[in-house]
T-cell receptor, first 109, second 117 residues
C-alpha cells in the first residue's frame, strides 16, 4: 500500500540556518503530495502542496518539489526563524491521506 | 482555505463513560471526513473514513464498536468513544476535503485532547 517516510527528528537549528526535511513516498498511482505543519496544541495546517511531477509547492519561504524519479518531496527553507519551530508532516493523497511520522523542528535564537 | 471546526477542544471523562466529538465543515459540504488519532510521539494514525449517509470505513485494527462514527449530514461527522478507558486518552483530529476546491488536500480541525481518568 501507499506509505510516507520522513526523517526522524528532532531537528535543532540556529536561526537563519538552512533547513531540509527529507520525505520519500511509495504509491501505486500518482498522488498529490503535501507538507502540513502543527504548532503545539493545535490541529494541522496545510503548508504547501504539489499535485503532479515536477510541481514546486511554496509558502512562507518553504519549498518542496515533487520528484517522481526519486519519489521524494523534500521540504526546504533558506533561512529559518524561531517561529518556524513546530512539527512538520509529509503526506500523500489518493483516496485517503497518509502521513509520515512527523519531524519536530526546534529553532534556537 | 476551507474551515473545519472540531468540538470540544479538551475533554476529561471518567473511565467507563462515553464521549462524543464533533467535526463540522463550516463553509463547504464534505461528503467525506477522516478521523485520526495522534500518539504522543507525533505519528498521526488514520482511524476511519466517514462517508455521509453510509457506514464508515475503518482502518485495520480499529474497533468499530469502540469508536462509533456517524456522518449524518454533509457538514457534520461525530466520533463517539464508547466505554472509554485510560488507554483511549489521546489527541483526536478530524479532517475533511472540499470537493469543490482545486486540490485534493484536506482541512483539519483543531483537535480534541481526550483524557480518561
Amino acid at each position: 500500500g501507499n506509505s510516507v517516510t520522513q526523517m526522524e527528528g528532532p531537528v535543532t537549528l540556529s536561526e537563519e540556518a538552512f533547513l531540509t526535511i527529507n520525505c520519500t513516498y511509495t504509491a501505486t498511482g500518482y498522488p498529490s503530495l503535501f507538507w502540513y505543519v502543527q504548532y503545539p496544541g493545535e490541529g494541522l495546517q496545510l503548508l504547501l502542496k504539489a499535485t503532479k511531477a515536477d510541481d514546486k509547492g511554496s509558502n512562507k519561504g518553504f519549498e518542496a518539489t515533487y520528484r517522481k524519479e526519486t519519489t521524494s518531496f523534500h521540504l526546504e527553507k533558506g533561512s529559518v526563524q524561531v517561529s518556524d519551530s513546530a512539527v512538520y508532516f509529509c503526506a500523500l493523497s489518493d483516496d485517503k491521506i497518509i502521513f509520515g511520522k512527523g519531524t519536530r523542528l526546534h529553532i534556537l535564537p | 482555505g476551507a474551515v473545519v471546526s472540531q468540538h470540544p477542544s479538551r475533554v476529561i471523562c471518567k473511565s467507563g463513560t462515553s464521549v462524543k466529538i464533533e467535526c463540522r465543515s463550516l463553509d463547504f459540504q464534505a461528503t467525506t471526513m477522516f478521523w485520526y488519532r495522534q500518539f504522543p510521539k507525533q505519528s498521526l494514525m488514520l482511524m476511519a473514513t466517514s462517508n455521509e449517509g453510509s457506514k464508515a470505513t475503518y482502518e485495520q485494527g480499529v474497533e468499530k464498536d469502540k469508536f462509533l462514527i456517524n456522518h449524518a449530514s454533509l457538514t457534520l461527522s461525530t466520533l463517539t468513544v464508547t466505554s472509554a478507558h485510560p488507554e483511549d486518552s489521546s489527541f483526536y483530529i478530524c479532517s475533511a476535503r472540499d470537493p469543490t476546491g482545486e486540490g485534493t488536500e484536506a482541512f483539519f480541525g483543531q483537535g480534541t485532547r481526550l483524557t480518561v481518568v
